[in-house]
């Protein structure tokens, strides 16, 4: 009987405790501590136990600090990141922006940030991890929302390529300054050829007026002429040959007016500017 008083008190008790422990950290318990009963092996036991823990802690510490140092960096970043798995389109991992965009991004398919009902025509992270090598694509977003999407892959601790991260930019309002710039300079070549066919105009206009002027003085001069030999047998012929020519003349000169105008660039308005506005 008192022997074994003794093996329950000093060996299967302090057993119990470090078991009672163990089990603490398995629920996470890290701040349990075994106690110390004597200076046997079973307290070199219990020590041993508790200095494990107490470097655990510190680990644990270190590894959370630098968790939340990571979190931060990829959160300010400017950019929305996540590491996925593109062969079963699982996301691993997201960036605080990316899930404040998508709230159960990590719950959901990787083509669901583009509002697909299915996986993409080209995937790109999967491309990196094939090719184990970077690659980069444009998505655009049934709401009309344009991303870049740069993947890149992701080695495991023992060197095997499952994953990629991507690193995903939201890049709609340069590609509508980008459309914009392409309208202003389409507009402008517009303006230049414009400017051009005016010029030619005007040049073509002026060339045909001043032979022109003289045609029509000539006629005139003519038609009086006619008048005094009335009686002449041609003179009918030649008044209709004359009037045809003159006739011809005016034509040429409405065709000219209208070359002269279009080489004439509109007069600019004015109009009131609020400084404060503009």
């Known amino acids: 009987g008192a022997s074994f008083f003794l093996s329950v008190f000093f060996i299967r008790r302090p057993l119990l405790g470090?078991?009672?422990?163990?089990?603490?950290?398995?629920?996470?318990?890290?701040?349990y501590r075994v106690a110390v009963r004597g200076r046997d092996e079973i307290g070199?036991?219990?020590?041993?136990?508790?200095?494990?823990?107490?470097?655990?802690k510190a680990r644990m510490k270190e590894v959370q600090e630098s968790r939340n140092f990571l979190n931060d960096v990829l959160g300010n970043i400017g950019c929305l990141v996540r590491v996925i798995n593109p062969k079963t389109h699982k996301v691993l991992l997201q960036n605080k922006p990316l899930q404040a965009l998508l709230r159960q991004g990590l719950e959901r398919p990787c083509y669901a940030l583009w509002g697909r009902e299915t996986e993409c025509d080209l995937c790109v992270s999967n491309k990196a991890v094939e090719e184990n090598r970077y690659h980069s694509k444009e998505e655009e977003t049934p709401e009309g929302i344009v991303y870049e999407v740069h993947a890149f892959p992701f080695a495991e601790p023992d060197g095997?390529?499952?994953?990629?991260?991507?690193?995903?930019?939201?890049?709609?309002?340069?590609?509508?300054?980008?459309?914009?710039?392409?309208?202003?300079?389409m507009q402008l070549m517009q303006s230049q050829k414009m400017a051009a066919v005016g010029h030619l105009s005007s040049g073509i206009a002026h060339s045909i007026n001043n032979p022109l002027s003289g045609i029509n003085m000539y006629v005139d001069v003519l038609l009086k002429k006619i008048e005094e030999v009335k009686d002449c047998a041609a003179y009918s012929d030649l008044r209709n040959h004359l009037t045809e020519v003159k006739e011809a003349a005016r034509r040429c000169n409405t065709v000219v007016k209208d070359l002269l105008t279009i080489s004439r660039l509109p007069k600019p308005e004015k109009q009131p500017v609020y400084l404060n506005e503009a």
């Open 44 to 56: 070199a036991l219990a020590q041993g136990f508790n200095a494990m823990a107490e470097t655990i």
């Open 18 to 31: 470090v078991l009672k422990g163990a089990e603490a950290f398995r629920r996470g318990d890290l701040d």
């Open 160 to 185: 095997t390529i499952t994953n990629a991260i991507e690193v995903i930019r939201d890049i709609t309002a340069r590609r509508k300054v980008e459309r914009d710039l392409e309208e202003s300079r």
